[in-house]
């Protein structure tokens, strides 16, 4: 494979903090370095992009995704920017009419004048009389037309309301069976989401699948699709299914290898609890916008305690998806129990992860610590619902508000952390993300712009314990798994705002990152993994 030369740039690198040069060999980062060395470097046989200034950075690893479902929300109605109930009628009324339901994504009420969703008599007379799903932007519940409510028959299911939400077993139901597409729908979704993953500087993304209708025969096509087509993300799979024994794990493991699915863990979205904005988070006390309702608890401690047992003893990653504080109290309780039953040297090797963990006191902390567990958050989630006036104070009080998302407090006690977007919930936009971390609604809780970027990147990798110790970072040796960026500035940027927050100085020998207060975002120009272009921008000259 050729030789690429790209230089006139800036490089992240750990090498050389200074490098504005890199050389690819193949699929392998062969040389970093400087300018006046890469004219040394250079020769006729390669191939040489200038970088006009363009940053080169690791590629982004999102350590929480849901692809098709992604794909499903980028093709449906967007009801995110729906910024009143009577706002989101008007979207319906005026969406274009297709055979089939009419798929809407991303409404919060919580910010609305009206402070409710829609009921489903609204959405009869919005739409016609048509059958219609609308998820809220935390996909722990919907709102559904009377017409698809009947012929699902969700009356009188668990999570049913007669107003049309669904939550639990109504909402599985009613999205199972607008997800039942066929297979050229279901593959046009998944390259949609992983066109957006690439075109966002991902080089890979870890999917949370949930055994469901065809579920697994989607996962396994993700997984054919990325070992032999060309052109998308890798995707590292997660299996959300419980066991209770090694047998029954091994079992597991058995079907999913027939669907071509080698998973890198039992877990994911393997519910402890459900969402705040939903109210099916399991708290220790009531929501304070519902007096009475604390939440539902999806496993006990009895159950997370032989799953992650079951996962210890085939040394697999075991994990949960967990958002209440009583929700961790139980995961923290089983994290216990199965260290007594398979030993802490078992539980610690095995690479548990926790998904979430939005209400995390300082002793489940501790025990995260302790037991080498992964917290993989979402900082995303701070920036849309935290502070004052925000859906966390509205759900949880201005106390409980207050603890959420203890983004620092984690990395201090040094658990290990990976980030991502949970996708379709927020979108893939990391930056955005590593600014959520710069700018946490609690100053406390903010880290550097560098340790948020190595949490989106090589932390990924780590958590999902890819055997390569070089992948995830720009010097010779590593895999050439990259992202190139157009930025208007590069800075230090640290969290502390005693501390001076930014330096070009190049005696900091600290590699810069892209400002991100300044008018324009990064943009992604070229996504490369392993050597193989992903994406390039129509307006890369390279």
């Keep these: 494979m050729a030789l690429t030369l790209y230089r006139n740039g800036s490089v992240y690198s750990a090498a050389d903090p200074l490098a504005s040069a890199m050389l690819v060999d193949g699929n392998t980062v062969a040389w970093v370095g400087g300018e006046h060395a890469a004219t040394s470097v250079y020769d006729s046989s390669m191939r040489l992009v200038n970088l ?47 055979p089939g339901v009419l798929l809407g994504f991303g409404w919060d009420e919580t910010a609305w004048p009206e402070g409710r969703p829609p009921t489903a008599e609204e959405l009869d007379r919005a739409g016609s009389g048509a059958e219609i799903y609308l998820a809220r932007v935390d996909v722990h519940s919907a709102v559904v037309s009377s017409s698809l409510a009947r012929r699902l028959e969700l009356p009188g299911l668990p999570g049913w309301r007669p107003d049309g939400v669904v939550t639990g077993e109504a909402h599985r139901i009613v999205r199972d069976a607008v997800r039942d597409f066929d297979s050229a729908t279901r593959e046009r979704y998944q390259t949609a989401a992983l066109h957006a993953a690439a075109a966002s500087g991902h080089v890979a993304v870890a999917e949370m699948a949930i055994p469901g209708a065809g579920a697994l025969a989607d996962l396994g096509r993700l997984m054919q699709r990325s070992a032999s087509e060309p052109g998308y993300p890798e995707v590292l799979p997660y299996w959300a299914q419980a066991i209770s024994s090694a047998e029954q794990g091994r079992e597991v493991l058995r079907d999913l290898a027939e669907h071509g699915v080698r998973p890198r863990g039992l877990g994911g979205d393997l519910n402890v609890d459900g969402s705040i904005g939903s109210r099916t988070a399991r708290l220790r006390a009531e929501y304070a916008d519902l007096p009475g309702r604390r939440g539902t608890l999806s496993l006990d401690e009895e159950r997370i305690a032989e799953h992650l ?36 040297a078992a539980v610690r090797a095995a690479g548990h992860r926790f998904e979430h963990a939005e209400m995390i006191d300082q002793a489940a902390i501790a025990a995260l610590a302790e037991f080498s567990v992964t917290a993989s958050l979402q900082p995303a989630f701070d920036a849309l619902w935290g502070g004052p006036g925000g859906l966390y104070e509205a759900r949880l009080g201005a106390g409980r ?82 992202a190139v960026w157009q930025v208007d500035e590069l800075m230090v940027q640290v969290a502390d705002e005693r501390v001076q927050s930014w330096s070009t100085d190049p005696r900091s020998r600290t590699p810069l990152l892209p400002a991100l207060d300044t008018e324009n975002a990064p943009q992604c120009l070229l996504t490369v993994h392993r050597g193989e272009e992903l994406y390039a921008a129509a307006e890369a000259d390279f």
Aim: charge should be negative.
């Design 52 to 98: 006009r200034g363009a940053l080169i950075t690791p590629g982004f690893v999102d350590s929480h995704v849901h692809l098709t479902e992604t794909g499903v929300a980028l093709e449906s109605l967007d009801l995110g920017a729906a910024n009143s109930l009577q706002a989101l009628l008007d979207e319906v009324a005026g969406a274009v009419r297709s």
């Design 401 to 482: 508000s207050g603890r959420m998302n203890p983004i620092a407090e984690l990395f201090a006690a040094g658990v290990p952390v990976c980030l991502g977007s949970d996708s379709p919930v927020t979108p893939f936009d990391p930056w955005a993300g590593v600014k959520a971390c710069l700018a946490h609604h609690q100053p406390a809780q903010r880290i550097s712009a560098r340790a948020a970027f190595l949490g989106y990147s090589r932390a990924g990798w780590r958590a999902a314990k890819e055997q390569d110790p070089m992948i995830g970072q720009l010097v010779p040796g590593a895999p050439a798994s990259f």
């Design 309 to 344: 047992a079951a996962c210890s003893e085939l040394g697999l990653s075991g994990g949960f998806h967990i958002i209440g504080d009583a929700g961790m109290d139980a995961a923290v309780a089983g994290l216990r129990r199965a260290a007594e039953t398979v030993g802490a």
